[in-house]
């Protein structure tokens, strides 16, 4: 049987389709993108903007991987384009961007098809952008990895908890959360809203979908986070006014790692 691959969809607009040109920015934003330490976190939270915008908070957390040891990444985004109900697995072989082709876990996808809040449906994630937009940054900050991506419609915390937890895995498994925060905010707003969000975030505080787009499975991370006892560390804060917009309507951008066991501790 043919292998299925959903194909870019946002490719020339959130980020260069030219694999070059692709290539040298997410190679660029990675460079310059600060790292606080050097143990591999088992879970982020990174925006999902357009690169100009939000690549370079992006980068802050990309940057904090492991290469070498990461060799499964559970992708949960928020649906954008169309209502859904639970967490949708694609029903493909393949995601494909303009640098290459990332294989589904198929081992992963049928540990979490038995549970009822979990469906199979290509049609969400077709046009969906929260998702796409991290992979080439995946591609350039992993070597060899599977994906399970999962859209996010109306769940509870307490599902989404339990997908994750199905699938948790060790060290070679990450966790990554897209989410932007604020939306269309001026500037100081932005920046005072965000700055309480961060603070939740960290305090492993179920945030509001005024405070962040993908709060639905933001929350389940932070539900399963407090249950195993992790802490949060801040990676970069900061919003569309820093990057490559105005300040009258500005979108916030976070980058966050979250750590298993007691180092991390604040």
Do not use: C, W
């Given at each position: 049987?043919?292998?299925?691959?959903?194909?870019?969809?946002?490719?020339?607009?959130?980020?260069?389709?030219?694999?070059?040109?692709?290539?040298?920015?997410?190679?660029?934003?990675?460079?310059?993108?600060?790292?606080?330490?050097?143990?591999?976190?088992?879970?982020?939270?990174?925006?999902?903007?357009?690169?100009?915008?939000?690549?370079?908070?992006?980068?802050?957390a990309y940057a904090q991987l492991d290469r070498k040891r990461v060799r499964r990444v559970v992708l949960l985004g928020p649906a954008h384009r169309m209502p859904v109900q639970g967490?949708?697995?694609?029903?493909?072989?393949?995601?494909?961007?303009?640098?290459?082709?990332?294989?589904?876990?198929?081992?992963?996808?049928?540990?979490?098809?038995?549970l009822p809040q979990v469906s199979f449906n290509d049609t969400p994630h077709q046009t969906e952008h929260s998702l796409e937009v991290q992979l080439p940054f995946l591609q350039r900050s992993l070597d060899t990895f599977t994906l399970l991506p999962l859209v996010v419609g109306d769940a509870s915390s307490k599902a989404v908890a339990e997908v994750l937890d199905t699938i948790w895995g060790e060290e070679e498994t990450l966790v990554l959360i897209s989410s932007d925060l604020s939306h269309y905010h001026p500037y100081s707003e932005a920046q005072r809203i965000d700055a309480l969000t961060a603070d939740a975030i960290l305090h492993l505080i179920p945030v509001h979908h005024q405070q962040a787009c993908g709060a639905t499975p933001l929350n389940g991370l932070l539900h399963l986070a407090a249950h195993k006892g992790m802490r949060g560390m801040q990676l970069d804060l900061r919003n569309s006014g820093d990057t490559a917009g105005d300040r009258d309507r500005v979108v916030g951008y976070g980058a966050f790692a979250f750590y298993e066991g007691e180092r991390h501790a604040a």
């Open positions: 049987m043919p292998q299925r691959t959903r194909t870019p969809a946002v490719a020339g607009m959130f980020y260069p389709a030219d694999p070059a040109a692709l290539t040298s920015m997410v190679d660029g934003m990675l460079s310059t993108a600060r790292t606080g330490h050097t143990d591999n976190p088992k879970a982020l939270a990174v925006p999902h903007a357009g690169y100009i915008y939000s690549g370079p908070t992006a980068a802050v967490l949708v697995l694609p029903e493909t072989d393949n995601f494909s961007t303009p640098l290459g082709s990332i294989p589904l876990d198929k081992e992963a996808m049928h540990a979490i098809e038995h």
